[in-house]
């Protein structure tokens, strides 16, 4: 079967443009969520989905939004670019939201880099 | 709030040597615990878990214990090889927080022959 799946794999954008994340969850998987790891640290979490309804959202600015499709693959979107906003972008996918022992899979990513 | 803390990177060392990387967290609640590893240019892959207190998680050769008393989840492992160079996350999921992960900062390993 196949893993969590990201387009595109790299993407190069100018300060203001807006950027376009995929991500297309395991198969059987519900819930989507994403995270942004800046180089040298640590994922941090921007937003869960889970049968298409936002289910948790972190510490990110309002240029930030995302959505869930019917097939459960998800986007990510964001706006207004800036420089600090370049970092991998991981999308990870589980069974299901409230069980706390359900591990997420990861995605390879998207490398976003702003100019 | 909840965070988790790693030892700072990077750690050196010879094929075969015993290795300890040490992750300590503060959380509400009984958070789940996780190690997830990351090669270079890939995404992150689950290493183990644990679920509640005393609990061992393993895998590969790995393994760490779920200590809730010093708040600990140390990993080891007793032989390292060339091929175990990545960088090692620390992860806890609290209910509190819904199944969001909260990540240390990563260690780096680097393993010579």
């Known amino acids: 079967d196949a893993g969590v799946t990201q387009s595109p794999t790299h993407l190069i954008k100018t300060r203001g443009q807006h950027v376009t994340l995929r991500c297309s969850p395991i198969?059987?998987?519900?819930?989507v969520s994403w995270y942004q790891q800046v180089l040298g640290q640590g994922p941090q979490f921007i937003f869960q989905y889970y049968e298409k309804e936002e289910r948790g959202r972190g510490n990110f600015p309002d240029r930030f939004s995302a959505r869930q499709f019917p097939n459960y693959s998800s986007e990510l979107n964001v706006n207004a670019l800036l420089l600090g906003d370049s970092a991998l972008y991981l999308c990870?996918?589980?069974?299901?939201?409230?069980?706390?022992?359900?591990?997420?899979?990861f995605g390879d990513g998207t490398r976003l880099s702003i100019l | 709030g909840n965070s988790v803390t790693q030892m700072e990177g990077p750690v050196t060392l010879s094929e075969e040597a015993f290795l300890t990387i040490n992750c300590t967290y503060t959380?509400?609640?009984?958070?789940?615990l996780f190690w997830y590893v990351q090669y270079p240019g890939e995404g992150l892959q689950l290493l183990l878990k644990a679920t509640k207190a005393d609990d061992k998680g393993s895998n590969k050769g790995f393994e760490a214990t779920y200590r809730k008393e010093t708040t600990s989840f140390h990993l080891e492992k007793g032989s390292v090889q060339v091929s175990d160079s990545a960088v090692y996350f620390c992860?806890?999921?609290?209910?509190?927080?819904?199944?969001?992960?909260?990540f240390g900062k990563g260690t780096t390993l680097s393993v010579s022959s």
């Open positions: 990870a996918s589980s069974l299901g939201v409230t069980a706390l022992n359900q591990p997420q899979h």
């Open positions: 198969s059987g998987h519900k819930s």
């Open positions: 959380a509400t609640g009984y958070p789940s």
């Open positions: 992860a806890l999921r609290s209910n509190q927080a819904g199944t969001a992960l909260i």
